[in-house]
């Protein structure tokens, strides 16, 4: 058996709903009808979807508690980033918080550390650039991301990449042969707005090829996905 954790937020920011629950429902529905793309390569995977508050620490709380729970193999965070066009698939955690706006319990927290004495960044570890490569085959409009920002989600990639791997840039390293889960987090655009390039079945589609990718053992591919911004 293989279990995936996937998460989605709450609604923020005085929105009524928030995508990337939309997208972590849609992946347990076709998951319970064995129809994902990452079950067909990878008998026995189940999928467990938890939904995160988007409050400073207690997302991490939460994540925490599910991650007891479930004992999975491979964890896969999602949440919006509104205004973008396409998938963004997070490279880096930063050990920092600085709120651009309250988060749903009032709190600001600006220029913070999330982990005291932790690895400034800590790099996803999912097989982001061979999904990125399924995902361009595709069609579907994604990008490879060097910033998760500074709010919530970006508290629970660096959360969640501290508790999978030790917490420390130089443990991550050694951590990487042996460590059986992977984690990393996915920003997905607005996904209803008539505008938005990407459609709730292409975001369920995107987020099913990686973790396809992901439930793959080897090492991930090697060609070039750097960035100017
Ligand atoms: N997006 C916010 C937090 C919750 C969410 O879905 C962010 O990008 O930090």
Redo the contacts with the bound molecule.
């Keep these: 058996m293989t279990t995936a954790l996937i998460t989605g937020?709450d609604p923020?920011a005085g929105a009524d709903h928030?995508p990337?629950w939309d997208v972590a429902e849609e992946l347990a529905a076709r998951a319970a009808d064995g129809h994902l793309i990452a079950q067909a390569e990878h008998t026995g995977l189940t999928v467990d979807v938890h939904r995160l508050p988007?409050v400073h620490g207690a997302a991490l709380e939460a994540l925490d508690a599910a991650i007891a729970a479930v004992a999975p193999d491979v964890v896969l965070c999602l949440?919006?980033?509104d205004g973008t066009d396409a998938v963004r698939l997070e490279r880096v955690g930063l050990n920092l918080r600085d709120a651009r706006i309250p988060d749903n319990a009032g709190a600001q927290p600006v220029d913070e550390p999330i982990v005291d004495g932790g690895a400034p960044a800590l790099f996803s570890t999912l097989r982001l650039k061979a999904a990125h490569a399924r995902i361009t085959a595709a069609q579907i409009p994604v990008q490879l991301s060097l910033s998760?920002?500074s709010?919530?989600?970006?508290e629970v990639l660096y959360g969640l990449l501290h508790r999978l791997h030790g917490g420390s840039a130089e443990q991550q390293d050694d951590d990487e042969a042996s460590a059986p889960v992977r984690g990393g987090f996915v920003?997905v655009p607005s996904l209803r707005e008539a505008d938005c390039p990407v459609s709730l079945q292409q975001a369920v589609e995107a987020v099913d090829l990686l973790l396809a990718a992901s439930l793959d053992d080897r090492p991930d591919v090697e060609h070039p996905g750097g960035a100017l911004h």
């Design positions: 937020f923020f928030n990337s988007v949440g919006l980033a998760a920002g709010f919530v989600c970006n920003h």
